[in-house]
């Protein structure tokens, strides 16, 4: 049927009107996402005008705000467990639903909260504690915890008992992994499709995997370019370290965050006040480390804020030691689905480690010394759950090898999707090389100013002797020296053999 001139036009007219009101509607929805945001980057900036004097001091509450899958975890067993009290920590941490910020003598709070919690905390004597990680590895970490954790489950029949079964093992002293963020959302999102894929491939029966890249294993689990795209990545994974240190996630106190976050995610050039108040925050922090370097943020936790909490240790009676190490053993954090047994072992050595620290004996160097040690012993521990976590999957593996295989489109993918976050992590690499810096500084200064208290003290010493009597010290600081010249030279053959042999 032929349309006549006038029909042609109303339809026309139809469409062309359509578009208009369509981009009508969708710069009122940008003008009021930019309100939204401008408001909320106000509101942020003005709560935040009087910041401590001094950032480097540490305050009576000490916040460790824990990114996911930066190696927070072994901080807070093989540092901060060995400087504080069980007593002192805030209840429950990990779990909002328990926290009671108001606890007496509460000066621990190591949580997967985000910044929005210290709207409940005393600002003005707390600290705050964060690490970053480069969004790559985050990212991919992140969907390889969430592939490993919920493999665990599969040794239940099916997903039914599996779900059952996680909620009768929990127990009033065990926080499980499904009862922290962002885990309690991204682990049974991966249960549920793990155990789809484990039915479909009975249902074929014999299933040839033709590809070995774990990334990319359909058949196995859900493809890494899948998870990236899917919503649950973009609400909860994707720019997560920006989120996270501006308050934002869905997991918020605010009321605000929900509609602030979806309008940046919507509207990508909303995202630059967003990360104007997470810089400014980690400005604003007493300690900003990095995974990527991880020994020169170790030693530079240990100098700026174990050396602080160090001398501010009274020494207890063994009676207080015999509490603490009993209370020590009466909460743990579960990792679902697995033996909890090589977990409960791992941190015995933390409870016996923290009694040399709260004796008063540690310095920064044994507690440095203490916490290589810690770590060697939770990394296998670790490594042990990881591996025989993967069995359930196999031949699906990840390995550091492995992230080689990532196509190099998806890593520009996974730039792209955490824009914000690649620049924060710029940023906090900023940050880090200036706190490494004043610290190289200050401990050069320090040693020069003992090399000067020393000579003053010899000279004071030596000041008291007659000339007769310090030249008869010349022949023995000349055996000293010596002495000392030939043990360099032994040390200095004993390494060159080690290097030869190894």
């Not at 050595?349 to 012993?377: F, P, Q, R, W």
């Not at 002797?465 to 040390?491: I, Y």
Request: charged share 25%; hydrophobic share 40%.
């Amino acid at each position: 049927m032929l349309m006549n001139p006038i029909s042609k036009l109303a339809a026309l007219g139809f469409i062309l009107l359509g578009s208009v009101i369509a981009v009508s509607l969708a710069e009122l929805d940008f003008g009021h996402c930019e309100r939204v945001v401008e408001k909320w980057a106000d509101s942020s900036s003005s709560r935040e005008e009087h910041p401590h004097e001094d950032k480097r001091s540490l305050q009576d509450l000490l916040f460790f705000l824990h990114v996911p899958r930066t190696g927070g975890r072994t901080y807070f067993h093989c540092f901060l467990r060995k400087l504080y009290d069980t007593s002192e920590e805030c209840p429950r941490s990990y779990d909002k639903l328990h926290f009671n910020p108001r606890k007496e003598k509460c000066k621990l709070l190591a949580t997967h909260d985000d910044y929005s919690l210290m709207a409940k905390l005393p600002r003005e004597r707390t600290s705050v504690m964060t690490i970053v990680r480069d969004p790559i590895a985050r990212v991919l970490s992140t969907y390889e915890f969430s592939v490993e954790v919920a493999a665990r489950f599969l040794v239940h029949p099916n997903l039914t008992s599996a779900m059952r079964m996680s909620g009768r093992i929990r127990k009033s002293n065990v926080i499980s992994t499904l009862d922290i963020w962002p885990w309690k959302y991204l682990v049974p999102w991966m249960r549920e499709d793990l155990f789809a894929r484990r039915d479909a491939r009975k249902v074929k029966g014999v299933v040839i995997i033709e590809d070995d890249n774990p990334y990319d294993m359909e058949e196995m689990l859900m493809p890494l370019h899948k998870y990236l795209d899917a919503p649950t990545a973009h609400d909860i994974i994707h720019n997560g370290a920006t989120f996270q240190i501006a308050g934002l996630t869905n997991n918020s106190h605010l009321s605000e965050a929900h509609e602030v976050r979806h309008c940046v995610q919507k509207f990508k050039s909303l995202g630059e006040p967003v990360l104007q108040v997470a810089k400014r925050r980690l400005d604003s922090m007493l300690y900003v480390g990095l995974t990527e370097e991880h020994r020169e943020s170790a030693s530079l936790f240990a100098n700026v804020v174990g050396s602080q909490l160090l001398s501010q240790v009274v020494p207890p009676n063994t009676t207080a030691n015999s509490k603490t190490s009993r209370s020590e053993a009466s909460v743990t954090v579960s990792e679902s689905g697995s033996d909890t047994s090589s977990i409960q072992n791992g941190t015995s050595k933390v409870a016996s480690d923290k009694l040399e620290a709260k004796s008063g004996n540690m310095t920064v160097k044994t507690l440095m010394e203490v916490y290589e040690g810690c770590i060697t012993h939770l990394r296998k521990s670790q490594g042990t759950r990881r591996v025989n976590s993967l069995k359930r999957i196999s031949p699906a593996n990840f390995t550091r090898g492995t992230r080689t295989r990532v196509p190099k489109e998806v890593i520009q993918q996974i730039k792209s999707l955490n824009n914000l976050d690649v620049e924060l992590y710029k940023y906090a690499n900023e940050i880090f090389g200036k706190e490494h810096e004043l610290l190289s500084k200050k401990l050069i200064s320090n040693s020069k100013r003992s090399i000067v208290d020393l000579q003053n003290e010899l000279r004071s010493a030596f000041g008291e002797m007659g000339d007769e009597k310090l030249w008869k010290l010349v022949p023995v600081a000349l055996m000293l020296l010596l002495l000392f010249l030939f043990f360099l030279f032994v040390n200095a053959r004993r390494r060159r053999t080690s290097k030869v042999k190894i």
